[in-house]
């Protein structure tokens, strides 16, 4: 029963790794496209394998998934069974908050999603949650990340319209269009870098459960090829009302402000994986980062009511995920012979 639990777990995660790529392309593309720098299917295609490549790049996120969230004190038998059923809980909580949240065209956040079910999982399951690990590796970095790309947007903005103070707009303009390429390819891999590293923490968690992986040790191969993989072709599907969300509705981008958007929200992105470990939402850095860049045309040129609905996404995803994981738990283990 645990072997088929397993593999369910896999292929579960991999298709939460689909729905993040679908819900998250957004993140990657959405300003190039809004702005004319690339075509819809060129972008979707260059993120999906920026994606692939930012996936390869490191584990320190999935290690903080697998090791810092919930703790599995497991011996065998039916024990082990009840964490797998709390790690399949959690994706099929996660899985359909994506889903809810694609339909209305809000950009919520994969990771969050992702943790909160998690946590409530856990709590279903009467485990013991790392609070402090999740307050200082989630929540505080989910509080940061947006304000960090909000202001470094604006100032990074305010230094590049002084820059260009007395520069023709026409070929100024070209030359963002063209710098957008390497910024969207930029947002793509550090997209990869976080999300696709969360999918192969949960199969991981799901390994040690289990006793397939010994505590400490590395994310296999496999499974950093098949969450790249996954990631990847969710991303080439694309979410395209997600992508008009970012792109239009916050506000009206032009090249310039397109380019500083991405640049600022992927360093984030890198840093918050490479340097802090830390499992931030890719689309609050990007969303945050757009309208600090578009409110250096003026703070009215914000759509303030759209991006309320968004930050009010944010802050329900924790808790709504979490109510379904336990919900999702609770069904699952009543259902399950263990």
Do not use: C
């Not at 999906?48 to 903080?64: I, K, P």
């Not at 296999?220 to 239009?248: C, D, E, F, H, N």
């Amino acid at each position: 029963m645990e072997a088929a639990l397993v593999v369910v777990i896999v292929l579960v995660a991999l298709a939460f790794a689909w729905t993040n790529g679908v819900h998250d392309a957004a993140n990657a593309i959405a300003t190039s496209v809004s702005t004319g720098a690339l075509t819809p299917r060129t972008a979707l295609v260059m993120a999906a394998v920026m994606n692939v490549v930012g996936a390869l790049l490191g584990t320190s996120v999935a290690e903080t998934i697998a090791n810092r969230i919930v703790t599995f004190d497991v011996a065998g038998g039916a024990v082990a069974g009840t964490a797998l059923v709390v790690v399949l809980a959690a994706l099929v909580g996660a899985i359909g908050w994506n889903l809810l949240t694609w339909r209305l065209g809000m950009p919520s956040s994969s990771s969050h999603a992702l943790i909160g079910a998690l946590v409530g999982a856990g709590l279903a399951g009467s485990y013991a949650i790392q609070w402090g690990e999740v307050t200082g590796r989630v929540v505080v970095p989910m509080l940061v990340s947006p304000l960090l790309g909000f202001t470094v947007a604006f100032a990074a903005m305010t230094g590049v319209l002084w820059a260009i103070r007395r520069a023709r707009p026409g070929p100024t303009t070209r030359r963002f269009r063209l710098a957008q390429t390497v910024s969207a390819a930029a947002m793509a891999l550090g997209h990869g870098l976080q999300d696709a590293q969360k999918t192969m923490g949960v199969i991981l968690l799901a390994l040690l459960a289990v006793g397939w992986a010994a505590p400490g040790s590395s994310v296999p191969l496999w499974v950093k090829l098949s969450a790249a993989a996954a990631i990847s072709l969710g991303t080439y599907a694309g979410g395209w009302r997600i992508v008009r969300t970012l792109g239009r509705r916050i506000i009206h981008l032009d090249p310039a402000r397109g380019f500083v958007a991405e640049s600022v929200a992927a360093a984030l992105l890198y840093v918050m994986a490479m340097g802090l470990h830390a499992p931030v939402s890719t689309t609050q850095t990007i969303t945050s980062a757009i309208a600090g860049a578009g409110a250096t045309r003026s703070m009215s040129a914000v759509r303030w009511g759209v991006a309320g609905h968004i930050v009010l996404t944010w802050v329900l995803t924790i808790p709504a995920t979490g109510l379904l994981g336990a919900l999702a738990f609770w069904l699952l283990h009543a259902a399950l012979p263990l």
